[in-house]
T-cell receptor, first 116, second 113 residues
Framework: NAGVIQTPRHKVTGKGQEATLWCEPI?????VFWYRQTIVQGLEFLTY????????DSGMPKERFSAQMPNQSHSTLKIQSTQPQDSAVYLC??????????????FGSGTRLTVL | GEKVEQHESTLSVREGDSAVINCTYT??????FPWYKQEAGKSLHFVID?????DRKQSQRLIVLLDKKAKRFSLHITATQPEDSAIYFC????????????FGGGTRLTVRP
């Protein structure tokens, strides 16, 4: 079991360019979560999918961010017209539903996005 | 929505002593409280959790206490070891709001030899 795989590990974009981040969840896990980690804001929830269906995107900046899960083996987070404030580590996690609401998230190593 | 506050941003203890990290939450509907650990240069991994139907849970050297009345929970690490040095994040989940976790800001724990 390779765990949650995120690619690329590092991405540098120029202001205004597009960035696409990839996540491969653990095989058999039914939920995929995206979080953003910065020193200032900490860990911010962005969005999550259950059985490939979008469930909650309340943390997504509406205009430039989008996420998809076209199949059970990968999810993408796309940021259009990147801005310096988008610089962060983007974390993907997957999980299996647990009893009583307990659901352990397994995090990938993250993609460090730097917008120049 | 839920807000989780982690009271200590940094904590330094001597090896062998106990460390306590405190968190508070705002949403009375929250019922699941996990803790995650992030070692230097690595991603987060789960360490222990507690559900609202109990007020104490122990796993080896880790103890989690939950005070629902005060909306407070804490992680106690006993007999600390150098490998306990990491950033610890507390989190809360309101089951009525789906599966997303709201995280605290993190506590950087340093265990001094």
């Amino acid at each position: 079991n390779a765990g949650v795989i995120q690619t690329p590990r590092h991405k540098v974009t120029g202001k205004g360019q597009e960035a696409t981040l990839w996540c491969e969840p653990i095989s058999g896990h039914s939920a995929v979560f995206w979080y953003r980690q910065t020193i200032v804001q900490g860990l911010e929830f962005l969005t999550y999918f259950r059985n490939q269906a979008p469930i909650d995107d309340s943390g997504m900046p509406k205009e430039r961010f989008s996420a998809q899960m076209p199949n059970q083996s990968h999810s993408t987070l796309k940021i259009q017209s990147t801005q310096p404030q988008d610089s962060a580590v983007y974390l993907c996690a997957s999980s299996l539903p647990g009893g009583g609401g307990a659901e352990t998230l397994y995090f990938g190593s993250g993609t460090r996005l730097t917008v120049l | 929505g839920e807000k989780v506050e982690q009271h200590e941003s940094t904590l330094s203890v001597r090896e062998g002593d106990s460390a306590v990290i405190n968190c508070t939450y705002t949403d009375t509907a929250s019922s699941y409280f996990p803790w995650y650990k992030q070692e230097a240069g690595k991603s987060l991994h789960f360490v222990i959790d507690i559900r609202s139907n109990v007020d104490r849970k122990q796993s080896q050297r880790l103890i989690v206490l939950l005070d629902k009345k005060a909306k407070r929970f804490s992680l106690h690490i006993t007999a600390t070891q150098p490998e306990d040095s990491a950033i610890y994040f507390c989190a809360a989940r309101d089951n009525n709001a789906g599966a997303k976790l709201t995280f605290g800001g993190g506590t950087r724990l340093t265990v001094r030899p």
